[in-house]
């Protein structure tokens, strides 16, 4: 399974960015999928889950109400919709894949770099 993220970049305080990850290579419609991050100095965190049918979500208490996780499994694809961005949003993003439904991520995206301005 390949998975590869993207979408981040420079934005401001207060501002929004959506986050893709696809996946290759597997059976995505039977993943968990997450996302994580780590920001410079710190270790990587949990930041949103969603189960393989997309309606079971879950959130880090540092992005509820602000972020959401959604997929399209036609697409192989999951997203991460990030609102109200603060400056400690700023990290690299990653993506992962939970085949067993466990919060066991076997396969992880590369990254992609999200800095949020203050």
């Known amino acids: 399974v390949q998975l590869q993220a993207f979408g981040g970049g420079l934005v401001q305080a207060g501002d929004s960015l959506r986050l893709s990850c696809a996946a290759s290579?597997?059976?995505?419609?039977?993943?968990?999928m997450g996302w994580f991050r780590q920001a410079p100095g710190k270790a990587r965190e949990f930041v949103a889950r969603?189960?393989?049918?997309?309606?079971?979500?879950y959130y880090s208490d540092s992005v509820k109400g602000r972020f959401t996780v959604s997929r399209d499994n036609a697409k192989n694809t999951v997203y991460l919709q990030m609102n109200s961005l603060k400056p400690e949003d700023t990290a690299i993003y990653y993506c992962?894949?939970?085949?067993?439904?466990?919060?066991?991520?076997?396969?992880w995206g590369q990254g992609t770099k999200v800095t949020v301005s203050s």
């Open positions: 969603i189960r393989k049918s997309g309606i079971n979500t």
């Open positions: 290579g597997g059976t995505f419609s039977s993943y968990a």
């Open positions: 992962a894949a939970d085949p067993s439904d466990t919060r066991s991520y076997i396969y």
